[in-house]
């Protein structure tokens, strides 16, 4: 057997400034990773350079700063490239996020190229960014919108699956890791059933990158994204992945400068991807920052990160499974680090409001995923979702003030 490598948890903490806050008065304990991580000094100190001494528009410019940031956005898409195994930086669009991503798909692949009676697949744990965007292209274009069902454990149910892809099946778009039940999904078997029924598939990859190793080319996947804030990046920048054939075929999503090759009142001719679907100054700091946070995680590496995150997962579900009436929403076999967790008695809302008073930042809430909490019949959960940076002491914390709010609304 492999020997585990090693990961010194307080000294990673140091790297995260926020985290040696206080919160209404405790110790920070930030559990919340997945609607947003935290940032390591690296990234923040890496955006704060660049905007003191290197900020310049990019692409246009003749001058040195301009050219030096065109560069470091450029090796940023490098390092993206080399982050999820694609094969050409030109398959790395920078987008806002995840939710741009799939309205990027949603609009230059979906709206150009599926007709009427044409069908997409979701599922029923899907984040909203991932149902809106399909449902809207269904009423525009007459499309139909399937959606794999889940079992209690908070699975999808392959079987039907099977039954639903038929010869009208365009797109296959499923989450890698649900959001609001942890669960990861074998993505590699879902692509390789649905390119053998002639679809497509994008992968919402929102809640995976973070977590585990992605290799697009060993997915097999159409398309790919994630958004830079979740992945200890900042906010307003993320990725869409696309194999070139589909990224040359499909629209472009946003039109104006950069875009372009060239230009008449007659006729314009686009650029080629990826410039075809970044129209418009981007995000140049966040751009850097995003390759800044990409190095980070290079850096620790995903075996020691995914390690720490099970240790943290399953002693976490051990601690808040010893508390009377407590019930996981989300018990696959395969999960990512985070519980969701509801009580008979007590509304989500009002145990989130009490952690919150023990310096404790949990979610609560439907989690942008109505339909799934419609299917395990529960109006919200409570969710803490963990980083590598989380220790075992802020579960023991967690647990503890759980209980504790259990009493209070005794
Ligand atoms: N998909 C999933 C699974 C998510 O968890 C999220 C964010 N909660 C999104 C999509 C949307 O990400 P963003 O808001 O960063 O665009």
Redesign the pocket.
Known sequence: MMAAPFFDVQKVRKDFPILSQTMSGHPLVYLDN???TQKPRQVIERMDHFLRHENANIHRGVYRLSEDATRFCDQARSKVREFLNASKDSEIIFV???????NLVAAGFGRKLLKNGDEIIISAM?????IVPWQALCQEKGLVLRVIPVNDRGELDLETFEKLLGPRTYLVAI??????LGTVNPVKEIIKMAHHAGACVLI????SAPHQKVDVQEMDCDFY??????IYGP?GI?VLYGKEKHLLAMDPYQYGGDMIETVSFEKTTYALPPHKFEAGTPAIAEIIGLGEAVDYLKAIGFAAIHQQEKELLDYATKKLLQIPGLKIIGTAAEKESLISFVFDQIHPHDMGTVLGEFGIAVRAGH???MPLMKRFQVPATTRASFAFYNTKVEVDVLAAAVLRATELFK
């Open positions: 997945a609607a947003t806002r996020g995840a939710t741009e991503a799939i899907e984040h909203h960014a991932n989450t890698h890791v649900s959001n609001a919402d990859g929102a809640q994204c994630f958004s830079g804030h979740k906010t993320g989690h942008c995923a």
